[in-house]
């Protein structure tokens, strides 16, 4: 029954369902009829405005077409307007730049012709004041002692004109003078001009030209021979007087000289006694030349020590009283003084073979000294020093002493050796009198100084490392009645005399003119302060140097030629020592003052490009300069007449435009 009831209400149920379905569907039914009229009625208006619209578009075409055809027309009627106005004004604005370019024209051709004129009277101006100015400079240079380098200048001025760029030229003006233009100079390169420009004449000299000292080391109271040259730069015969100063003595020379030639003059003149270095002066007192700076030279010359004398004897050989008889020599003589160590020795007197003789001989000459030998019954030579003389053929002679001894003689060719010198008047008596009773017998040899009348040699003299002599003289006055001369002494000491050994002066004596000076003392200077001084006294700046472990005082700039003391100055005693000297003389390369061949010149100057730098120069236009105003009136001409000749053409133009119609 619950199930019947329940399909009873589901059943009913089902019917009201539908029903309401049945409704629905009605419903819809009714919209849809309600759709379709209401579209049919939209494709109706939609027929009916498609057609509107088509009427339109059809109305809006022909709109546009009668538009265009307006729109056309005047566009090609503004075109043409626009046209001809544009043609107007181009021909008004020609016509304007027209008279406005002649304006101008004028304008700036009265400009130029004024400022030429002004840059004209201007470079003139610059151009006096500069030649004003070199000629200034020109009048206060000073001549100084630095030599000439031509060559040198021009190629330092040809690596300055290398690192330009455009158009280069050089200026070379100079006196051309001998001595520093004989050089080689350097090849121009094609890209620089060169003119030479001569300056100065020709001018006569007169230069001291040398002066030496002989010895420039002398010993005390050796006496010195000053030897000097005169040289004549002209083509007259010349006459001068020199003057030689030393210390407190003076002497006068008269010195001829021939044209383009040299003379020579002489003096002698003690050392000056307890002097380190000295200065000699040399002085041309009336030259009348073109130079002065050439008229005065100084030598600086340097007493040296004792000559440093050792002597060993083989004593079975060399009786006691020769070797008495040499002691009592080189104490008798001021510049020597004798020393027991042969090593520190610089001569070496040797008789006989003692003990390691030849070690020392060597020892000796290998530091330039002298070894005097004396032969003996034992031993005629030591070491290879003799080897010329021949020495191995002989044999030693003895006379008896009733007889007469062998005579000396002075060979011709030696009578002029500087041994003899001091004998030529006979003052000192005669080197040759005497006579030996002993000798190593020898053949003759041709450079002996002295021999025996039979040509066994006696005195012979060999240069090599350092100076030998060779002594075939006893000095025993039992064997030889030759020491008891009046020339023995003297003779010996001028033997003495000529074994110094070769040395040179100290550098710091001589200096190149344009060069610096340096010294360096033998000891450190106390009690004052180094100073350096000039003739005038005055003091040159000096630096000090000890950085090597040798003090050593430089001169801070070069130095000119002159005489200069290097001196202690003692602030409390206000004096001044002199400790050292330096002379600087003039260049022998700037005494002659003439010119060189123009003909050098011009090739140098023609060496880049023939014929286009050794052109002549007009120095009137160098000096007055160009007058430009015929060429800026020539140019305003050739303005105005350009000007004209525009002016007409566009007037021309603009009228052939304006009367000339449209297209």
């Known amino acids: 029954e619950t199930l019947s009831a329940s399909l009873a209400a589901a059943e009913e149920r089902a019917f009201s369902l539908e029903a309401a379905h049945d409704t629905l569907q009605a419903e819809v039914e009714s919209l ?24 339109a578009q059809e109305a809006l075409i022909a709109a546009r077409e009668g538009f265009d055809r307006d729109q056309d027309r005047l566009e090609t009627e503004l075109g043409q307007a626009r046209a001809a106005l544009t043609a107007a004004e181009d021909a008004a604005a020609e016509d304007r730049a027209a008279r406005e370019a002649a304006e101008a024209a004028r304008a700036f051709a009265a400009d130029a012709v004024a400022r030429a004129q002004d840059d004209a009277t201007k470079a003139a101006q610059r151009h006096h004041q500069s030649v004003t100015a070199l000629e200034a400079a020109l009048n206060e240079a000073e001549i100084t002692g ?57 001018a006569g000299n007169l230069s001291l030209a040398a002066l030496e000292l002989d010895p420039s080391l002398p010993l005390d109271g050796e006496p010195i021979q000053i030897l000097g040259r005169v040289r004549n730069f002209s083509e007259e015969r010349r006459t001068t007087r020199v003057t030689i100063t030393l210390g407190a003595s003076r002497q006068s020379r008269t010195v001829e000289i021939g044209p383009w030639s040299e003379g020579q003059f002489h003096a002698e003149m003690p050392s000056p006694a307890g002097e380190g270095e000295f200065a000699v002066k040399a002085t041309l007192e009336d030259a009348e030349d073109a130079l002065s700076a050439d008229d005065v030279r100084w030598a600086i010359g340097k007493r040296r020590d004792p000559l440093r004398v050792a002597t060993r004897f083989d004593p079975e050989s060399v009786s006691e009283v020769e070797t008495e008889v040499w002691s009592r020599l080189l104490t008798s003589f001021a510049w020597t003084r004798v020393t027991d160590d042969p090593a ?47 020495l191995a053929s002989g044999r030693w002679e003895t006379r008896n002493p009733q007889e007469e001894g062998w005579r000396l003689r002075i060979p011709v060719a030696a009578e002029r050796d500087s041994l003899f010198k001091l004998f030529a008047l006979g003052e000192y008596g005669d080197p040759s009198a005497g006579t030996s009773s002993t000798r190593w017998t020898a053949p003759p040899a041709p450079n002996a100084l002295m021999e025996f009348d039979d040509g066994v040699p006696a005195v012979w003299r060999g240069d090599g490392e350092g100076k030998v002599w060779w002594w075939n003289l006893p000095f025993d006055p039992e064997q030889s009645t030759w020491p008891s001369q009046p020339a023995f002494l003297p003779l010996i000491g001028e033997m003495l005399l000529l074994s110094k050994p070769r040395e040179l002066p100290p550098a710091h004596t001589l200096v190149a003119p344009g060069q610096g000076a340096k010294w360096e003392p033998e000891r450190f200077p106390e009690g004052g302060t180094v100073v350096l001084l000039g003739e005038d006294g005055g003091t040159i700046p000096l630096a000090e140097d000890a950085a090597s472990g040798t003090l050593t005082y430089r001169t801070a700039g070069t130095l000119q030629p002159g005489a200069y003391r290097w001196s202690l100055r003692d602030a409390a005693l206000d004096r001044d020592i002199t400790l050292a000297r330096t002379a600087v003389n003039f260049p022998d390369t700037e005494m002659d003052c003439r010119a060189i061949d123009p003909a050098i010149i011009d090739r140098w100057t023609q060496s880049s490009t023939p014929g286009g730098f050794g052109r002549a120069l007009n120095w009137a236009a160098i000096r007055d300069g160009i007058p430009l105003w015929p060429w800026c009136l020539a140019a305003a001409l050739a303005l105005f007449t350009v000007e004209g000749t525009l002016l007409w053409m566009d007037s021309r133009s603009v009228r052939k435009r304006i009367l000339t119609p449209n297209a």
């Open 32 to 55: 849809r009829s309600a759709v379709d009229l209401a579209y049919g009625q939209a494709e109706s208006e939609r027929g009916h405005l498609e057609a509107e619209l088509l009427a």
């Open 146 to 202: 630095e030599p000439g380098d031509a060559a040198s200048a021009l190629r330092i001025a040809l690596d300055r004109l290398a690192g330009l760029e455009g158009k280069k030229e050089m200026l070379v003006i100079s006196d051309f003078q001998t001595g520093s233009w004989d050089g080689t100079l350097p090849d121009l390169p094609p890209s620089v001009k060169a003119v030479a420009m001569p300056t100065g004449a020709p």
């Open 344 to 390: 520190g020795a610089e001569v070496l007197v040797l008789a006989g073979h003692p003990d390691r003789a030849a070690k020392m001989a060597k020892g000796v000459l290998a530091k330039g000294g002298t070894l005097i030998y004396r032969p003996t019954a034992g031993h005629q030579a030591i070491g290879p020093w003799f080897d010329a003389l021949q």
